[in-house]
């Protein structure tokens, strides 16, 4: 199982707070909460910050991002002003 | 102690008291967060602070600048914090620097202890850091958007901001802008984080960040380092 938490504004469209799914990859974690959240905008997680296993994943093809059991999904959003 | 820092004593003992006595900060930015962590740095007992920003106050700032008010309107930021930091303690040494933080001369950076990231964009975050690592200082960083705020004391070597921003140019402050309640909020926890560093209190937010979503009422720290532990 994989450990995804959401953060900051997908916290608050959605409700999700932290769970478990199967995935194999970052794609999967998504589909899995489409499944569990029908109403989910994808897009919302596609222009979200990913980190798996604390570490940031910022290229293109990030949702390929190959995922093993007992890794940590972050989907999160910055601030940056002051 | 002094009897204006008297009810500090509960939570903050006489050696932490003298080692913030003696801190000079350098503030980076006056808007939200920078002002009202220039004031607490003040209330706290720190004695020599550095204002600097190039702006002057201007009417949308009156939702959340603590300084602001409409005999303030057009005139510089420094200036009038200054002045409203004298009245609170007219002991302060209080520098105001009407330039662009990133831009100084290197002797400045290299006078201070700590550098405070109050500044507005990502961009020029990641430089302070980035000065602040050059010339071996903390770092006490503080981010607000909407709902939402970033804390973390960062020492030299660590690239916190580097790590979560990465190249990113903005967050959601440029969507959600910034409310009457955020900055002060932050603000206050960044004070907090500082002086748990002075202390060396394990529960500080140390080469960390710590997220702060006051919508969803989530207060939890990211764990850069794995451990989650703020002892040096």
């Known amino acids: 199982m994989v450990h995804v938490k959401c953060m900051h504004l997908l916290r608050s469209k959605y409700g999700i707070k932290e769970l478990d799914v199967e995935a194999s990859t970052v794609q999967d974690v998504l589909n899995a909460l489409k499944k569990i959240y029908p109403t989910l905008d994808e897009q919302d997680f596609y222009q979200a910050v990913l980190f798996v296993n604390k570490q940031k994943i910022s290229h293109n093809k990030r949702f390929n991002t190959p995922l093993t059991s007992g890794d940590e999904v972050v989907f999160t959003n910055f601030v940056g002003g002051g | ?232």
């Open chain 2, 1 to 232: 102690m002094k009897p204006r820092y008297e009810k500090n004593v509960g939570v903050i003992d006489e050696q932490t008291m003298k080692i913030l006595m003696n801190q000079t900060i350098l503030v980076a930015g006056l808007g939200g967060l920078g002002g009202h962590v220039a004031e607490g740095l003040v209330r706290l007992g720190v004695s020599k602070i550095l204002l600097v920003d190039v702006d002057r106050y201007e009417t949308s700032n009156l939702n959340r600048q603590v300084f602001c008010d409409e005999a303030a309107i057009g005139q510089f930021k420094v200036d009038v914090v200054k002045e409203r930091l004298k009245q609170i303690n007219p002991e302060l040494f209080v520098q105001g620097i009407k330039a662009d933080v990133l831009s100084l001369e290197s002797s400045i950076y290299a006078g201070v202890d700590v550098m405070v990231d109050a500044l507005d964009d990502i961009p020029s975050k990641l430089q302070l850091e980035s000065l602040a690592d050059q010339h071996q200082k903390v770092l006490l960083h503080g981010a607000i958007g909407g709902w939402y705020g970033q804390v973390g004391v960062i020492e030299p070597g660590y690239h916190v901001l580097k790590t979560i921003y990465g190249d990113a140019k903005e967050g959601l402050e440029k969507t959600y802008l910034n409310p009457t309640f955020t900055p002060g909020i932050i603000a206050y926890i960044m004070l907090a984080e500082m002086v748990k560093y002075w202390m060396g209190d394990k529960h500080c937010v140390l080469n960390d960040v710590l997220w702060i979503d006051v919508h969803n009422h989530v207060y939890e720290r990211f764990g850069l380092r794995g451990d989650n532990d703020g002892s040096r």
